[in-house]
């Protein structure tokens, strides 16, 4: 090897922060990271067109709902097609309910 070529080893300046195997790795041989990773908040915050979304099927399903206990409670109007049955009160909760995803309810938290 010439004189002029040095070698790269753990105790170098050029070998800082560089491992060239796990069993060379020392506390001393690694430099501190300089990248700063940020807080991540617990709650996830949506987009504002997901809470459009929610708020408009949050309002179709009460007023499904709604509009099947008018007709209910007043025999002889049809507000919606069938008449008054059970079934669009199911189907008012049930969308009411899948609104309550895009307000992020059911997002699990990191």
Not at 39 to 51: A, F
Not at 76 to 89: A, D, N, S
């Amino acid at each position: 090897m010439p004189p002029n070529k040095r070698r790269v080893g753990p105790g170098s300046p050029e070998h800082h922060g560089r491992v060239t195997s796990p069993r060379d790795r020392t506390t001393a041989d690694v430099a501190p990271s300089s990248r700063y990773t940020p807080h991540r908040p617990s709650v996830r915050q949506r987009p504002d067109w997901h809470k459009g979304v929610g708020l408009a099927l949050l309002i179709a399903g009460v007023a499904i709902a709604v509009l099947n206990d008018v007709m209910r409670l007043q025999p002889g109007t049809t507000l919606l097609p069938g008449g008054h049955t059970e079934l669009y009160l199911l189907l008012g909760l049930a969308i009411g309910g899948s609104s309550m995803w895009w307000f992020g309810w059911f997002d699990r938290e990191r």
